[in-house]
C-alpha cells in the first residue's frame, strides 16, 4: 500500500465518522466510495459495520464490478455496486460518490418538484442536479446504464422517492457538496411548514449565485478547509489512533 492510498483510507474513514457524528447514518446501510488512482477500483465499507466502527485498515477494495479484490473478514452491500460502480465507471472527473437517506434529502426526493432552488443552499445546487426515477433497491446491473444517464454530467443525483447521491472530484469536495445538499433539504422543509408563498429568487441572481458556488467548489481549497475543521471538531468528542 502506497503513501497516497493510506491518505485516501484515512480521509475515507474520516468522512463516514462524519456522516454518523452529523446523523446522516442509516444503520448500516448506504455507503461512501472512493476511486483508488491509476485503478479501475474503488474503496468502500464493509457491509455489517456501524460508520463508527470503519477504519482505514478494514476499508474494502471492490473493482467496477461489484468484486472483492483482494481478502476480507467482511463483504461489501451488494445495493452498492449497482450504484458505485456505474458512476465510478462512466464518470472519470468524479472520484469520490457519497449516498445518503437522511430524513431531509428523502422528504426532498419524494416530492415531484425535487430541490427547491430559493433557498441559500438550494441557490447553490442550480443546474447541478439530476433526478432518477424509483426502480426498488439498487441491486440490478441493469438499472446501471438509466442512473448514469440520470446523473448525466451533474454532481447530485436525486434517487427519486429514495434519497441522494453526491459525486465530486476528490473527498472533501464530495463532503462539502453532500453538505450543502443536506442543509438546502432541511431548509426547504423547514420552509414548507410555515404558510405562505416563499419567496423567489430572481435569474440574474440565481446564475450569479451558481457561478460563485461553482467557484467556491472548484477551487478544492474551501472544500479541503470545511472538511479538516469537521474532522477536527469531531475527534475532540471521538478521538481514534489512526487520526
Not at 463483504?75 to 464518470?91: E, T, V
Not at 474532522?231 to 489512526?242: E, F, I, S, T
Request: aromatic letters at 10%; charged letters at 20%; proline letters at 4%.
Amino acid at each position: 500500500m502506497d503513501q497516497a492510498e493510506r491518505i485516501l483510507r484515512r480521509d475515507l474513514a474520516n468522512f463516514y465518522h462524519l456522516v454518523d457524528y452529523f446523523g446522516w447514518g442509516e444503520l448500516i446501510f448506504n455507503h461512501i466510495s472512493v476511486r483508488l488512482p491509476g485503478r479501475d477500483a474503488y474503496l468502500v465499507n464493509p457491509f455489517g459495520l456501524n460508520y463508527t466502527e470503519i477504519t482505514p485498515d478494514n476499508l474494502l477494495t471492490v473493482n467496477v464490478d461489484g468484486q472483492l479484490v483482494g481478502t476480507s473478514d467482511y463483504a461489501a452491500n451488494p445495493a452498492g455496486f449497482a450504484l458505485h460502480g456505474a458512476i465510478h465507471s462512466h464518470r472519470h472527473d468524479v472520484n469520490c460518490v457519497a449516498h445518503t437517506h437522511s430524513i431531509a434529502v428523502s422528504a426532498v426526493a419524494m416530492k415531484e418538484g425535487g430541490f427547491d432552488h430559493n433557498n441559500f443552499y438550494g441557490a447553490q445546487l442550480i443546474g447541478r442536479v439530476g433526478y432518477h426515477d424509483f426502480e426498488g433497491i439498487t441491486l440490478f446491473a441493469d438499472e446501471r446504464p438509466r442512473m448514469v444517464a440520470s446523473l448525466g454530467q451533474k454532481h447530485v443525483l436525486v434517487l427519486r422517492n429514495h434519497g441522494i447521491a453526491v459525486c465530486e472530484r476528490d473527498i472533501p469536495s464530495t463532503f462539502f457538496l453532500l453538505w450543502i445538499a443536506q442543509r438546502a433539504a432541511e431548509v426547504q422543509c423547514a420552509a414548507g411548514q410555515i404558510p405562505g408563498p416563499d419567496r423567489q429568487i430572481g435569474e440574474e441572481i440565481a446564475a450569479r449565485c451558481k457561478a460563485s458556488a461553482e467557484s467556491l467548489t472548484q477551487s478544492g481549497r474551501a472544500a479541503q478547509m470545511v472538511f479538516d475543521s469537521q474532522v477536527r471538531a469531531m475527534r475532540v468528542k471521538h478521538p481514534v489512533d489512526w487520526a
